[in-house]
Structures are given as C-alpha cells and as structure tokens.
C-alpha cells in the first residue's frame, strides 16, 4: 500500500511537470506544434483594453415603436451575422442600456469609420416594377456571394419560395416588353434592367460599378439582413494597447508573485497537506488558463485578469477549509484515513455553499455587465468551478495518495 502511493503520486507529479512544461513552452513536431498556453491567449483571446482595437456605440432613434425589444435584438444579430462574415468572429457584440448597443472589436488594423459605416448600412434591398412598387425585398434573399463575372464584380443572389414566386410572375409579365425592373439599395438605385425571358428560379445577379471590395461588403450585407430599426453612431473611438500591455505585464507579476506567497505559506502552516494544496494550485492554474483558451466567447480583459488572480487566493480557501476539518479529526485522535475521510466530507457543505454564492454574483456580471465588466465574471466564474473541482478532486486524490504512504506523525499535517 505504502509503495503504491509512492508511485501513483510520483507518476502524478511527473505527468503534471510535462503539461507545465508544455503549457509554458510548447513543443513542435515537425510539421505540429503546441504553443505556449500564454502566446495562444495573446494572440486570440485578450479583450479590446489590452490589445487595442475598435469600438462604436450605435443608439436607435425612436425607442417608442412597436415592438422596439424584439427590433433591438434583431439589430443585434445583424451585427454579429456581418461581423461573422468578415472573419472578425472575436468581436463582442451586447447591448448597453435599454436602446443602445456597443460593438467590440480587438486588434483591428481596419479603419474604424470604414468599420462603423460597414455595420451602420441599412442594406436595404428592393426589387421595383416598372411603376415603383416594390415587388421583392432583401429580406426574401436567401443567400448572396460575390463573383467576378464577364470582366467585372457582380453579386449573385438566390430568393425563397415567395421571392422566386413574385419575381417569376412579374419577369413573366415584362418579357419581351420595354418595362423595365429596379433595384434599389437604399433608395438608390444600382441596376435597372429590361426582361428578356422569364426567370422562374429565383438566381438572378446584381451588376453595377462595383469593386472587388465593395461587391463582398454589398453580399455579405444582404445576406445578413437589413437592420430592423434606425439607428444613429453615439461613438466611435479606437484604443491603444499601450497601457493595457503595460498593465498585463504587471498583472502577470503580481500574479506570479502571490501564488509564490501562497503556496509558501500553505506549506508553511499545513505542512505535507499544504505541499499537497500547492500542487492542487498548479492543477487550477492550468485549467483555468485552459478554460480559457477554449471557451467560445470568453476574453480576457484587465478585469479579467484581477478576477483570475482573486481566484488563485480563492482556489485556496476551500484547502484551508479541509485542512481545518482534517486536523480538528486528528486532535479527536481518529486515524489519518478516518480524519481524511472525515474532513473533506465535512467542508464540502461550506464549500458549495460558498462558491454557489459568488458563482451567483458572477453570473450577474455575465447577464447584466457589459465590455470588461463582463470579462471580469467570466473570469471569476471560471475560476470558481475550476477551484471548486481542484479542491473537492485534485486535493482529495493527492490525499489518499498520502494516506496510503502510511505518513502517521502529526508533525508532517500541522504547525
């Protein structure tokens, strides 16, 4: 029993230096590679205050019309779908207050007016006969794509059933004939056309003076959708990295910093269980960091990182609970199996009931909070089911393994 802890703990510690040691330096393959952790989350998941970027606040201009929170959700999706279509797929977009909603886009090289005007366009399409009714509109477009076509940039598009119906029965009308169709983005007119045959598919192209760049920007807008409402840019700013960098670099330190004190001092006052603790820290430390990395929607923001370094000290505080609970065991003079047991089964109740408070105060941030105020939860929430499963798992496991090497002497688990 005594060797089998050994080993299980001495295979547990060395698989755990070569993840950190993966994780802090990565390693290639050849043609594979695994970045260090901390460039992955330079490169994709810091938020707009520590790598600069862009962001815009656009406000509707008449809240009081009908159905106004079922419209402002909608403009919500508009601009999600077009940033998705532009490959910016980091950008935040929430609303802000009751009528506003704030777009955030992290380490754009992109011209922010150009941007704003980008997300701003109506890109209201319609379809007009010969008298100026509007026979289909944009919102009948099923899919639009840019082609280079005959010399010149063109944007394909193909209708639903009732556009394809409409347009059917209205080219039916003007084959052969001098009428003449419009098509209008947002009252301006891009092609008008006469009709040679009928065209029941619903496949049409729209021509014009169009470049490669604006053809992309004109389908991937009507693809998206025209904005369901009127709005108006209160803002729009771009933001410098520089602070943000040098307030990571210190936030990285002073991270560094208190885990070191931590763990020193776990030692210091619990003594083997407290070596044990620290080991659990790493554990943590890593699955954060991992979480993270692959959560989709999860940026680390300033905030952020102080809620990654106030739950470090928090991961803490569930092991010092159990610690208390295992040697008040030991003083009743059970046996180290028994106090083991005994300690983690009694501080789980405190645990949960501790974390599900903060976790509740987190998921408000998350609902309510906007931009780095939301960052911030995220973070923190994360920090707290990681250290929740540390604590009750990791710590426990490492304990067994402790208790099967047989270590009795009340010196090694107490000051």
Do not use: H
């Not at 009081?64 to 508009?78: I, P, R, S």
């Amino acid at each position: 029993m005594k060797k089998q802890g050994v080993v299980t703990l001495t295979v547990t510690i060395i698989l755990l230096a070569v993840v950190l040691y993966l994780a802090l330096f990565g390693v290639s393959f050849g043609i594979r590679e695994i970045r260090p952790m901390a460039q992955q989350i330079k490169e994709e998941k810091l938020g707009l205050d520590l790598t600069g970027g862009f962001y815009a606040v656009y406000q509707a201009v008449d809240p009081n019309q009908e159905n106004f929170e079922e419209k402002m959700e909608g403009a919500v999706l508009v601009y999600r779908n077009r940033l998705d279509a532009k490959g910016m797929t980091e950008a935040t977009v929430q609303r802000q207050g009751s009528d506003k909603i704030r777009v955030e886009i992290p380490s754009t090289e992109s011209d922010p007016q150009a941007l704003s005007q980008f997300l701003s366009t109506p890109a209201k399409l319609e379809w007009k006969d010969n008298d100026g009714k509007v026979i289909v509109e944009g919102a009948n477009v099923v899919s639009a794509k840019a082609m280079y076509q005959d010399g010149q940039y063109v944007v394909s598009f193909k209708l639903d059933d009732e556009g394809t119906k409409d347009f059917a029965n209205l080219t039916a009308e003007y084959a052969g004939t001098t009428k003449t169709i419009t098509i209008e983005l947002d009252g301006e007119v891009i092609s008008t056309a006469t009709v040679q045959s009928t065209i029941a598919t619903g496949e049409g192209i729209l021509s014009g003076s169009f470049t490669q760049e604006s053809a992309l920007t004109l389908a991937m807008q009507i693809e998206s959708g025209a904005l369901p409402l009127e709005v108006s840019e209160s803002e729009v700013r771009s933001v410098s990295a520089t602070l943000g960098a040098d307030a990571l670099d210190k936030g990285v330190l002073a991270g560094a910093i208190g885990i070191l004190l931590i763990m020193v001092f776990m030692v210091a006052i619990y003594r083997l269980p407290g070596v044990m603790a620290s080991i659990a820290l790493v554990v943590y430390i890593l699955l954060t960091f991992f979480c993270i990395l692959t959560l989709p929607g999860v940026q680390l923001t300033l905030p952020g990182v102080a809620g990654v370094i106030l739950s470090i000290g928090m991961a803490v505080d569930a092991n010092v609970i159990i610690f208390e609970r295992i040697r008040e065991e030991m003083r009743a003079g059970k046996s180290l199996k028994t106090s083991v047991d005994n300690g983690f089964n009694k501080a789980f109740r405190a645990i949960l009931d501790s974390n599900v408070t903060t976790l509740i105060a987190a998921g408000a941030l998350i609902i309510f909070g906007t931009g780095s105020i939301k960052g911030f939860g995220f973070t923190l929430a994360i920090g707290i089911l990681c250290s929740m499963v540390t604590a009750v798992l990791v710590t426990r496991f490492l304990m067994k393994q402790v208790v099967k090497m047989n270590i009795t002497d009340k010196r090694y688990y107490a000051k």
